[in-house]
């Protein structure tokens, strides 16, 4: 059986406010991770990129 179309918008919209959010923690968390793993911002954000590319979000 086929989702409503009112399903499907509300949970393609939440799936959307879920990367949006994780995005913007990852940013926050960027300069942290960068000094923890002694490396710079760009190749956290470069790895992040990276991996992200695998990622659906």
Partial sequence: MPMPPRAMV???ALAQF???YAGAAMNV???PMAQDLGTT???VQT???AA???APC
């Fill in 10 to 12: 509300l949970a393609l």
């Fill in 18 to 20: 879920v990367c949006s």
């Fill in 29 to 31: 968390a960027i300069a």
């Fill in 41 to 43: 911002v760009f190749g």
């Fill in 47 to 49: 790895t992040i990129k």
């Fill in 52 to 54: 992200s590319a695998w």
